[in-house]
């Protein structure tokens, strides 16, 4: 059984920092990648990062250069350094793996850790 358990959220003034983690009960070698998604209210869910196996990275236009993806093979976690936020950055932060085994595909969710910049 996977899980993916989300941490790090709060409460931030624009301009600030924060940190989430997503630490995985599995190895995280068994993902072709994991990412950080997010959902402000009354919208869909975004990519915001990503990152693979093999340490491949990729951004949303809206983060890019403030935001860094990273992983910690040892601690099988997943971090998201977010630096310079803005309001727009409030929503609810949402970690999800993707696994391949064969031709068949998985998704496995965290259950999110709310991110509110405000001042």
């Known amino acids: 059984q996977v899980q993916l358990m989300e941490s790090g959220g709060g409460l931030v003034r624009p301009g600030g920092s924060l940190r989430l983690s997503c630490a995985a009960s599995?190895?995280?070698?068994?993902?072709?990648?994991m990412g950080w998604y997010r959902q402000a209210p009354g919208k869909q869910r975004e990519l915001v990062a990503v990152?693979?196996?093999?340490?491949?990275?990729n951004y949303a236009d809206a983060v890019k250069g403030r935001f860094t993806i990273s992983r910690d093979n040892a601690k099988n976690t997943v971090y998201l350094q977010m630096n310079s936020l803005k309001p727009e950055d409030t929503a609810v932060y949402y970690c999800?793996?993707?696994?391949?085994?064969?031709?068949?595909?998985?998704?496995?969710w965290g259950q999110g850790t709310q991110v509110t910049v405000s001042s």
């Open positions: 599995v190895s995280i070698f068994r993902f072709n990648a």
């Open positions: 990152i693979t196996s093999g340490g491949v990275t």
């Open positions: 999800k793996a993707e696994e391949s085994r064969g031709i068949i595909k998985y998704n496995y």
